[in-house]
């Protein structure tokens, strides 16, 4: 008889590498990514990640890429005035990021090589022209969204308070309902982001409201 085939081991791919990387990124942390780490959870030597990707670096570009690569942007291809496409590319972006906010402080670094991030500021930055803003209001409104999504994505507002109603309620006679904001996180953390980027577009729209004919400076 013959005897039966060994299963064989499934093919290191980057795919694979990028998705275990993440989930670790995910569960642990961006220290919790190392080369050595990797090759263990992956069943597999650590030299044979090297076939696939030069450093640990390229590896985490990589997963930030990933993440990115999920962020919608049709809003701006498909004539969507740019109010409405910067309100609901933030709200894409920031759903992207916080289903991963580990990887975040690793992708605020910027773009760098990275293709879904380079489209995606490509992708704002023309919308931003077509509707008539200059290329340097352009790059500040591109800059001013990133910094507002990544920031609202890194943590929680209401999960910095503890539970704990004793500590405010003598010396700190405005937060005497602080100790709640945990059970509200999710309402709470929503409705500040909501606010936030409500404010700001509707700010761009009341400073610049034809976007155009304003100085560059």
Known sequence: MCGMAR?????????????????????????????????AELGVSGPSLYNHF??????????????CSRVD???????????EALTRWARSYRAA????PHIVPFLAQGPGRRPSQLRMADAVFGAMT???WSRAQATHIGALM??????????????????????????????????????????VDEGAFETGLAALVRGL?????????????
Request: aromatic share 8%; glycine share 6%.
């Open 7 to 39: 299963p064989r081991k499934p093919l290191l791919s980057r795919e694979r590498i990028v998705a275990t990387a993440l989930r670790l990124v995910d569960a642990d942390g961006l220290q919790a990514v190392s080369t050595r780490r990797l090759a």
């Open 54 to 67: 030069r450093t640990k670096d390229e590896i985490l570009d990589a997963v930030a890429d990933q993440v």
């Open 73 to 83: 942007l049709t809003m701006f291809e498909d004539g969507t005035p740019w109010d």
């Open 97 to 100: 990021l916080r289903a991963h």
């Open 130 to 132: 077509r509707a008539g």
């Open 146 to 187: 990133r910094y507002f999504v990544a920031g609202s994505a890194l943590g929680s507002f209401a999960r910095g308070f503890v539970d704990d109603a004793s500590l405010y309620e003598d010396s700190y006679p405005h937060l005497t309902q602080a100790h709640l904001l945990a059970d509200q996180r999710d309402r």
């Open 205 to 217: 729209a009341d400073t610049f409201p034809d976007g155009r004919d304003h100085p560059e400076g």
